[in-house]
């Protein structure tokens, strides 16, 4: 990951302590948002494509992935 995107404001928090690197949020996001980083947990690589659907949070077998903010426009 580099260093402007790691300091990006991420919406989805990706617990890399639960995260078991399996890829299927990163399979099934509609939106091909997610990618691997160089730890192997997925972070929103292209962030702005995401639709806030929470598939990704859905289908993590760990429950790694934490949801923090809906836009007040969707709300
Ligand atoms: S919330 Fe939906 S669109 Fe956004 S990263 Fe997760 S699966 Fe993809
Ligand atoms: S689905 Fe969950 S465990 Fe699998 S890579 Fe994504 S965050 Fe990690």
């Known amino acids: 990951m580099s260093c ?3 300091k990006q404001y991420q919406w989805l928090d ?4 639960k995260c078991s690197s399996c890829g299927l949020c990163i399979n099934y996001c509609p939106r091909d948002v997610l990618r691997k980083g160089d730890d ?3 972070f929103m690589k292209y962030r702005d494509d995401c639709w806030y659907c929470d598939i990704c ?3 993590c077998p760990n429950k790694a992935i934490t949801l923090k903010e809906v836009p007040y426009l969707i709300k």
């Open 4 to 6: 402007k995107e790691s």
């Open 14 to 17: 990706f617990n890399g302590e």
């Open 40 to 42: 192997d947990v997925p």
């Open 57 to 59: 949070s859905f289908v």
